[in-house]
């Protein structure tokens, strides 16, 4: 079964330091996205990328995350300068939207992200 | 946000069917319930949705009230692996794509 996969499952960086998350969406999917939770917290919505472009983002996706899709099959995720309140599981999804409102998510394992 | 309103936890007996409650006064005729379930920290994974009638799949079955203001995800014979943190979500209508998570509930299955 096709599956979502992210790497590096565990992510230790220095507070400042850049850091690149990676994700390898299901193959025939189209939408993706990324959400993190902070631990204890809620899962919640980072950013949503469709077509080369981010279509919608969260108040918590500053100018300090980017989104790309370097080639044809990964998906990434750049904080810039981390914080410590980055810490941080961050999941991956994709989606093959055939209808609006109705596609599915399938989320990654995630990438726990801590920053010292 | 649309809110969903669950019960922060349950207990359920292995071998026996888990019925998780879910109240969306607030949806909306075009949206979709859907539940995921988070076991222990991994990537939510997604279970069922369904519009207005009752749905069936492998994994669990899901009923919508007539008037929709509330579902019910049931898993027939829980068993160990089903403990987790179940979501019940509403898509947002007006094209948000989002899925909105609250706190769940954190399902038990105990031998």
């Known amino acids: 079964e096709p599956e979502v996969t992210q790497t590096p499952s565990h992510q230790v960086t220095q507070m400042g330091q850049e850091v690149i998350l990676r994700c390898v969406p299901i193959?025939?999917?189209?939408?993706f996205y990324w959400y993190r939770q902070i631990l204890g917290q809620k899962v919640e919505f980072l950013v949503s990328?469709?077509?080369?472009?981010?279509?919608?983002k969260s108040e918590i996706f500053d100018d300090q995350f980017s989104v790309e899709r370097p080639d044809g099959s990964n998906f990434t995720l750049k904080i810039r300068s981390t914080k410590l309140e980055d810490s941080a599981m961050y999941f991956c999804?994709?989606?093959?939207?055939?209808?609006?409102?109705?596609?599915?998510?399938?989320f990654g394992p995630g990438t726990r992200l801590t920053v010292l | 946000d649309a809110k969903t309103t669950q019960p922060p936890s349950m207990d359920c007996a292995e071998g026996r069917a888990a019925n998780l409650p879910c109240n969306h006064s607030?949806?909306?005729?075009?949206?979709?319930v859907y539940w995921y379930r988070q076991i222990h920290s991994q990537g939510p994974q997604y279970i069922i949705h369904g519009l207005k009638n009752n749905e069936t799949n492998e994994m669990a079955s899901l009923i919508i009230t007539e008037d929709r203001k509330s579902s019910t995800l049931i898993l027939p014979h829980a068993t160990l692996r089903d403990t987790a943190v179940y979501y019940c979500i509403h898509r947002i209508q007006g094209g948000s794509e989002k899925l909105v998570f609250g706190k769940g509930t954190k399902l038990t299955v105990n031998p």
């Open positions: 990328f469709y077509n080369n472009e981010i279509s919608e």
């Open positions: 999804a994709s989606s093959e939207r055939v209808v609006a409102y109705t596609d599915t998510q399938y």
């Open positions: 607030t949806i909306s005729g075009n949206e979709y």
């Open positions: 193959s025939n999917h189209l939408y």
